[in-house]
């Protein structure tokens, strides 16, 4: 099945570093989304890619969604102990469902201040 | 503004001991989702619902059941608990229009098995 691969599993940088988490799909995906998820807290949605190449930015964080449509990126610059959580990228479940989301296993981001 | 309401938020069973996962959402969303959470293995879907009186199985439904008599609820039932269900679990819901719009989490339920 459709799987939805997420590296570094782990991340940990000095405050004001930048951090970049990578998302990869075993097959084309129709969009993407991307999750946080606070120590002890329940995933958010933080945005969602649809076209081929997609650029989007939100204050520090910036998304990418390949040409291909197979992988995706998001890039924190100059974190802030505000940023600390883990990142989840999210694609439709096999067969194209417009219902169903597989998630990556996260990139859990820590910053020491 | 309530959004996804999980109740209980934590719970401790014995095995084989029963005992149901209560979702409420007050969006009127069309989907709702459960999810389970476990260290280095990120989201499984346990079961989903489509729509009032409808459900499905996920990647991971084996001792799980669930119910959706009313749109606004879900439920999440286990029968005879056991150890490898000890898990947080998440409730989610969306809306149907376009596809794949974005899931709305309660807080979750933290269970654990003895």
């Known amino acids: ?113 | 503004n309530a959004g996804v309401t999980q109740t209980p938020k934590f719970r401790v069973l014995k095995t084989g001991q029963s005992m149901t996962l209560l979702c409420a959402q007050d969006m009127n969303h069309e989907y709702m989702y459960w999810y389970r959470q476990d260290p280095g293995m990120g989201l499984r879907l346990i079961h989903y619902s489509v729509g009032e009186g409808t459900t499905a199985k996920g990647e991971v439904p084996d001792g799980y059941n669930v119910s959706r008599l009313k749109k606004q609820n879900f439920l999440l039932g286990l029968e005879s608990a056991a150890p490898s269900q000890t898990s947080v679990y998440f409730c989610a819901s969306s809306e149907p229009r376009g596809g794949n719009q974005p899931q709305h989490f309660g807080d979750g339920t933290r269970l654990s098995i003895l």
């Open chain 1, 1 to 113: 099945g459709q799987q939805v691969m997420q590296i570094p599993q782990y991340q940990h940088v000095q405050e004001g570093e930048d951090f970049t988490t990578y998302c990869n799909s075993s097959t084309t995906l129709s969009n993407i989304q991307w999750y946080k998820q606070r120590p002890g807290g329940h995933p958010v949605f933080l945005i969602q890619l649809v076209k081929s190449g997609e650029v989007k930015k939100q204050k520090r964080l910036t998304f990418q969604f390949g040409e291909a449509k197979k992988n995706s990126s998001l890039h924190i610059t100059a974190t802030q102990t505000t940023d600390v959580g883990t990142y989840f990228c999210a694609g439709p479940s096999s067969g194209g469902s417009n219902y169903k989301l597989t998630f990556g296993k996260g990139t859990l981001l820590t910053v020491n201040p």
